[in-house]
């Protein structure tokens, strides 16, 4: 064993050249496995199907007004755009709960800066909550009743903001983190509550630039934003096209890169088959739904019986596969969304009415309880609608084509939305195809919907259950994970089978199809999410 | 002359009162309530007195007639109001969807021009031929055809053969003439087509008309060239009830073109008009109806202007 | 009859607008060979309207999710619909509608119009000026935007949609009766008729009515192809028929537009439809024009 000895020289120089072969190799297999880092640069350009009716998000429900204007500002806490439902820091660089759950204290970031300059302290923070969960006479906070639990804001100093509760809040934190919570300047609010109905002053990542009507909005980087290295796009661009026919000709054409709701079936085939592999498309379970809503103030729908029958006669597994195809409504599901975190599995939903598998032993027992409580075979109803093409009105087409398979005779009313909210508001209609869009999934969001009516008036169904607005109350109080579970299953069996008072018809799809160079764009299960500050274009 | 044209003008304003309160009228007999389509339609709850008080900002608490001199004092001033739905002025508002509007007419009415004046003559001269059926079948099916069906077998046309389709967006004609007009073209062609029917089956009749005269016979026995005849002195006389169609069409589109918009995804008058009616927007359907009719009233005025420039007798009547 | 200058007028009025002798239809057949092949369109289009339920082959608001889209085929002539429903039996069917629609539309429109503008030729005066002022403006108004403003305050539903339409026409016609009427108003037999203390009744269903008759029923025949083609634009804008209803104008709609390049099936037939409808009734109404009064015919 005689140890070769290369000259010294020599060993360094072959130590140094395997190392750098040793490197060469892994940065090879590194860089080609690694995704490629934001590019910075570029104008998107986007699709918004409707137009922001003002630009106060505290004010207003429509998803019409977070796509193009939610850039413009920050929240305190909000979604992880590329991971729901992680709640993250905004302007809140860290946040502490107290034990009883009653505290909650946020340290507020410092050197953010609004758009005209001035530093934003917790004093803007505290002022903008206090618009949204305490607002003063003649200022409209549409999400006011969430935050019933808040007892005081406070910001005892220029970075804490204190928040605290009357009673404890599983989810007080998502709660908080809603995309319409935007953060004002105080000063501005002070002066006029009003002026954010139409004017724009946040800190987010992207400036005001102009807004013509019916055409477009357009927003500019911001280059004082906090947050170092973003926003990636230069500007962004929100083109307010309402056709589904010219949004998806504007993205096979490249005028937009995307449209952030989510498209119907036949537009998302119509551009992947003419952009191939330019585009790819991301869907995503929605948090929105058709519900059927009969009149249980009016004869023959205050017989339950009836109303059980209705629900029996709708082949939800068979009109699912069907209206997938046509429509973005899918997924069958009950009152919490299917394939969310509370999710009732398939196994239990299918014992509920109108959810089992076996369409035509429902429908004949539909037909006995409607025998049963007097309903002549032809019974005409009418069915009240809105005037909107998607899914509104393939919905109401597919149930008077199902109703119609019992013997009934069906009615399809469509109505403008103001017409058909006054109807509805006025218990002037037999049954009603109303919807839920949520932001995000929590028991307290989505049941709200079916508490009696004279407790949330947003129930058009016109019933009192003071079993169900105790349920309610239980699993709202609830920390136990599991236990809050069993609470809602037992709302769900009474709201939609046992007493069917009103019942989904099917829930949506997200589909949302976008040209490849978007990137940094992650879909989710709700609409109102969307968020620009991680979103790049890679060419 | 300037004592007529001074006395047509005058009457002009009372007319135009009377349009405003007709409108007023019938455009507050319209149910809904915007307040509420604005605030609950989203879903949210929203308390019976935050609904009263934008009822009072919206001035909807007031009294009919109350409500009515406000917007008539409004009109004196020039000022059509702000829009219930986005508080924006009225005239902005409607300024924005006019430049596109009026294009589009100006398109559409070069058009239809284009083609009814000749075939009109061409018709006209060869009656009874089979050019005068041929004029006559394509004019007919173009008031037959409903132009947004057409408009929809354009857009199928040229996504087909072409695999192309027009600007999603509206850039102004000074901006970006290239996408401007190829935009407007097919919408400007789909529209054209119908109202060139109307001014073609009038300019055939109107040209059967003097055709007969006896001044055109004369010049005929004159032995000028056939064409020349007809040209110079019978479509000048022609003219007249011509340019009186195509001026009241014309009047007709601006507003008139509510579907051809949605086909084409137009950002126009008659867009703004489905979406304020949508809306319960009784400001901006006042503002937009106005707007409709005295372009109407105005054509109107130009047309017997005209009328009286041409013709001596009306003018002393 | 008598000889009285009344009667008279009119037999002579209307005998020499129509030639005398039997064999009547065929010359009309030979002089206007297209009003004739338009004439029978709108026959078979009645017959198909009434026939409906046994001609159709399928049932018009039954859907299909198997044959959802399929093209024209043995199975469905014109092919289906995104719900699987067969175009030819709702084109069938939607002819009932746009009849319907269109026919009571036209007609109450003309006929309150017709009225108001003899009563407005009749009476004069301060009645007549306050009458013209008004259907001025109601005329100053493009189709479609007074009759969205009618469906909007008087709300969805067909019966809704027919009077929308109606009240639309009615100022038209009025301004076209009312120009007639006043040509008789002012004859010297009508002043003569009044001199003698003859009712205002008398007067307007003697003299006026047939002398209005003849533009009446041309207005009319116009009337029936535009509220046909108001019926559509209305549906097309979600404003008329409702879902499921088959009216041409809503299969126009919707589906038919985002589908268009994967089912061209489902716009061209109805908008065909449509075409042909008021085809015939236009060139029904230019023959009827130009038989009924010579002096309009060119």
Known sequence: MKAVHLPRRLQQLGAAALLVAVLVAASGTVGSSAPAPPRRGGSLSFIVSAEPPSFDGHRETTFAVIHPIRPHYNLLVKFDPLNYPKVVPDLAESWTVSQDGLTYTFRIRSGVRFHDGSLLTSRDIKASLDKIIFPPQGVVSARQAMYEMVESISAPSPNTVVIRLKWPSATFLEKLASPFNWIYKADILERDPRWYERNVMGTGPFRFKEYVRGSHWEGVRFENYWKPGRPYLDGYRALFISSPAAQAAALKFGQALVEFRGFAPAQRDEVVQFLGDRATVQESGWLCNILVVPNNQRKPFDDFRVRRALTLAIDRWGGSRALSQITFMGPVGGVMRPGGPFATPEAELTKLAGFGRDINAARQEARRLLREAGVPEGFEFTVKNRNVPMPYIPAGIFLVDQWRQVGLNPRHVIQETGPYLADLRAGNYDVGIDFTCDFFDDPDVQLVKFVSSDRNPLNYARYTDRLLDGLYRQQSRERNLQRRLQIVRQFERRVLSDRAYQYHLLWWQRIVPHWKKLQGYKVGPSHYLEDLEEVWLSE | ?317 | ?298
């Not at chain 2, 009784?282 to 047309?303: E, W």
């Not at chain 3, 009547?24 to 029978?40: D, E, K, T, W």
């Open chain 3, 1 to 298: 009859m008598t000889g009285r200058p009344d009667a008279l007028a009119a037999r002579v009025w209307l005998s020499a607008a129509r030639p005398r002798t039997g064999g009547r239809l065929m010359r009309f057949a030979r002089r206007y060979p297209l009003a004739v092949a338009g004439g029978g369109f709108l026959v078979l289009l009645v017959l198909a309207a009434v026939l409906a339920p046994w001609i159709a082959p399928y049932d018009p608001l039954a859907n299909d999710y198997l044959s959802m889209f399929s093209p024209p085929s043995s199975r469905h002539w014109l092919g289906t619909d995104s719900f699987g429903r067969d175009i030819l039996s709702r084109l069938i069917f939607g002819a009932r509608t746009a009849l319907l629609v269109g026919l009571s539309a036209s007609v109450a429109g003309a006929t309150v119009g017709a009225l108001v503008g003899v009563a407005s030729a009749y009476f004069g005066g301060t009645v007549d000026l306050v009458i013209q002022r008004i259907t001025d403006i109601l005329v100053s108004f493009p189709l479609i935007v007074l009759a969205m403003a009618m469906v909007a305050i008087l709300g969805s539903g067909t019966a809704n949609l027919v009077v929308a339409i109606a009240l639309s026409f009615a100022p038209r016609a009025e301004l076209v009766v009312r120009s007639s009427a006043l040509q008789v108003r002012h004859t010297t037999y009508v002043e003569a008729a009044r001199a003698i203390g003859a009712g205002p009744w008398r007067i307007i269903l003697r003299h006026m009515l047939p002398n209005v008759l003849a533009p009446y029923l041309v207005m009319l025949t116009a009337f029936l192809g535009q509220a046909i083609l108001l019926e559509a634009s209305l549906s097309f804008l979600g404003l008329g028929v409702a879902e499921p209803t088959p009216a041409w104008g809503l299969m126009l709609s919707g589906a038919a537009v985002d589908f268009v390049q994967k089912a061209p099936w489902m716009a061209v037939f109805p908008g065909l439809a449509i075409t042909l409808t008021v085809l015939a009734f236009n060139v029904l109404g230019d023959a009827l024009r130009d038989a009924l009064d010579p002096r309009l015919r060119v």
């Open chain 2, 1 to 317: 002359m300037l004592r007529y044209v001074l006395a047509r003008v005058v009457l002009v304003l009372p007319t135009l009162w009377a349009v405003a309160t007709l409108i007023f009228l019938l455009v507050r007999v319209i149910p809904g309530d915007i307040v509420e389509l604005r605030l609950v339609s989203g879903g949210a709850y929203v308390t019976r007195e935050v609904i009263q008080q934008e009822r009072v900002r919206l001035g909807l608490d007031k009294p009919l007639w109350a409500q009515y001199g406000d917007w008539i004092a409004g009109l004196a001033r020039l000022d059509l109001g702000t829009s219930m739905w986005t508080g924006a002025p009225v005239s902005r508002e409607i300024a924005i969807r006019l430049e596109l509007s009026l294009q589009l007419a100006l398109m559409a009415t070069v058009v239809a021009v284009s083609l009814a004046i000749p075939l009109g003559v061409w018709a006209a001269v060869r009656r009874g031929t089979w050019a005068d059926h041929l004029v006559q079948v394509f004019s007919v099916a173009g008031l037959a055809t409903p132009s947004f069906w057409l408009g929809i077998l354009l857009l199928l046309f040229l996504l087909s053969v072409f695999r192309w389709l027009p600007p999603m967006t509206f850039t102004p004609l000074w901006r970006d003439p290239v996408a401007n007009l190829s935009q407007l073209i097919w919408p400007a062609l789909a529209v054209g087509y119908r109202y060139s029917a109307v001014a073609t089956r009038m300019t055939r009749s109107a040209m059967l008309e003097v055709l007969r005269e006896d001044y055109v016979r004369t010049a005929w026995a004159k032995g000028l060239a056939e064409r020349a005849v007809v040209l110079r002195h019978a479509l000048r006389n022609a003219l007249l009830p011509v340019v009186t169609v195509i001026g009241l069409e014309f009047a007709f589109l601006i507003g008139g073109l509510v579907v051809t918009e949605q086909v084409f995804n137009l950002n126009g008058v008659g867009k703004l008009f489905v979406d304020a009616i949508a809306r319960r927007d009784y400001t901006l359907i006042q503002g937009l109806m106005l707007l409709v009719a005295s372009a109407y009233v105005l054509v109107n005025v130009l047309l017997d202007l005209l009328y009286a420039r041409l013709d001596p007798r009306i003018r002393y009547a």
